[in-house]
Nanobody, 118 residues
Framework: QVQLVESGGGLVQAGGSLRLSCAAS????????MGWFRQAPGKGREFVSS????????YYADSVKGRFTISRDDAKNTVYLQMNSLKPEDTAIYYC???????????WGQGTQVTVSS
């Protein structure tokens, strides 16, 4: 089990950028695939991006492909989400999640708010 704390959210104008961070505590961070999810007001939680624990492969939702970049620094037990060319529809609470050896996302952070103004 890992504990996750997100940071880096805030208010930004459309076209701007933010970088989210997710710091993990606990052992064996390198054995966890890490994901970012988001939930907009009145909508369900949706997948944004993930990065595999074994080979570092990355995956993106079509809605963010080409604008967002996920990365991880296992030495710092941290995963990042660089978000560029932000749109008002990116407004949501962003959650970090961990999946041990790529199985289920069982560990979640508390979320960080991202608001993009038009």
């Amino acid at each position: 089990q890992v504990q996750l704390v997100e940071s880096g959210g805030g208010l930004v104008q459309a076209g701007g950028s933010l970088r989210l961070s997710c710091a993990a505590s606990g052992r064996a961070f390198g054995s966890y695939s890490m994901g970012w999810f988001r939930q907009a007001p009145g909508k369900g939680r949706e997948f944004v991006s993930s990065i595999d624990w074994s080979d570092g492969n990355t995956y993106y939702a079509d809605s963010v492909k080409g604008r967002f970049t996920i990365s991880r620094d296992d030495a710092k037990n941290t995963v990042y989400l660089q978000m560029n060319s932000l749109k008002p529809e990116d407004t949501a609470i962003y959650y970090c999640a961990a999946a041990y050896m790529g199985y289920n996302y069982n560990d979640w952070g508390q979320g960080t708010q991202v608001t993009v103004s038009s």
